[in-house]
């Protein structure tokens, strides 16, 4: 079973983490933030749990529409990572903000085609951007992070465009919540929502604010 230790990038305290140098500009009241850490069960909690962010979906992306089934993609051939599909307020929470989630939080970036026990290209570190400032904003914090030393290894995190987003089956969506007490959620969502809580309770949902049942009902 993964357990919190065997995920580096959760013993890596915010104050390492620098905001980001670059940003999308703010304001309007929808935006879109495509991201791969791992399994998407665990990074859509933490998504989830962001105040600014509305939705948060469960997909694939990299691959084909024919090969965008779950027990396809397991199979790591397919070319599709576990994503999330963010849908956010930009007048409420930034485009970097939630980078700086993403590489604090939400996964390990150092760990290649991987997170944990979960091995495979679909497990892979990536951001999936629409735009040429979103690449541009990825790729500015991403040499940031290597030049603070915040990780004592290499960020392996792939910048690749969004040719499509396919939802992941029903019973993958919010599956943190609706089954808080499930080994593998226990074993891995739990920590890093403590981490949420602990390092950015000032930014979450109210709902979230408080530690009780590990913030995933």
Known sequence: MVTSCDIPGLNVPRSRFPDPEQNLPQGGDAARLVLAGGCFWCVEAV?????????????????????AKYEAVCTGKTGHAEVV??????GKVSFGELLKVFFSVAHDPTQLNRQGNDRGTQYRSAIFYETPEQKQVAESYIRQLGAAGVYPDPIVTTLEPLDAFYPAEAYHQNFAARN???????????????KLVDNYGDRLKPEYSDDSDNNMA
Do not use: W
Request: negative net charge; proline residues 10%; glycine residues 10%.
């Open 85 to 90: 599909d963010v849908h956010y307020n930009p």
């Open 180 to 194: 808080p007490y499930q080994p593998y959620i226990m074993a891995v969502a739990a920590p890093k929502m403590e």
């Open 47 to 67: 998504f989830l749990a962001m105040d600014g962010v509305e939705s948060v979906e469960s997909g694939y992306a990299g691959g084909s529409a024919e090969t």
